[in-house]
């Protein structure tokens, strides 16, 4: 067992500023996860995925298909460094620390001040988990028999 255990915080991101620096299959993937909870996502990359030029085409990102500078950080509330060039990767992740923002490295995880869970939505009901960037598996294993059980629920009431 690691001895650094990240504590499940759920928070409002619906107004929140989320930049994604990277535009292949990872920043493709956690972008996807984000959309239910927030809208103001902007993506900076040269070469962006047709899923997330197809998400910007519908409204659901803004997309800025260039490389990233300082300046795209400034009132960022979280960054996610989603790029296969670790050096930069590492001076995203600098920089965050430097301004207090909230940053996730996908390709370093000490380089994380949070993970993306396994998300499981059920009308109101959101269920996190995460294996602290241990055990993939066994989390998505996990994530897949709550969405099942939480598929099974009746749906909630207005009085609930």
Not at 134 to 147: G, S, T
Request: hydrophobic letters at 40%; a neutral charge; charged letters at 25%.
């Amino acid at each position: 067992m690691r001895e650094k255990r990240y504590f499940p915080l759920f928070v409002d991101l619906s107004d929140k500023k989320i930049v994604v620096v990277g535009g292949g299959n990872i920043a493709t993937r956690r972008v996807k996860s984000l959309l239910a909870f927030t809208r103001n996502i902007t993506v900076i990359a040269p070469a962006i995925t047709s899923d997330l030029i197809a998400l910007s085409m519908s409204g659901h990102i803004q997309i800025e298909q260039r490389p990233v500078k300082r300046s795209d950080f400034a009132e960022a509330f979280m960054v996610l460094a989603a790029t296969n060039d670790w050096k930069l990767n590492d001076t995203i992740y600098e920089i965050c620390k430097d301004e207090g923002i909230f940053v996730n490295v996908a390709n370093d995880r000490e380089q994380c001040d949070f993970y993306f869970p396994g998300i499981c939505i059920q009308d109101n009901l959101v269920v996190g988990v995460t294996a602290s960037g241990d055990d993939h598996k066994r989390a998505r294993l996990l994530r897949a028999a709550i969405q099942k059980m939480l598929e099974r629920l009746p749906p909630m009431s207005q009085e609930d």
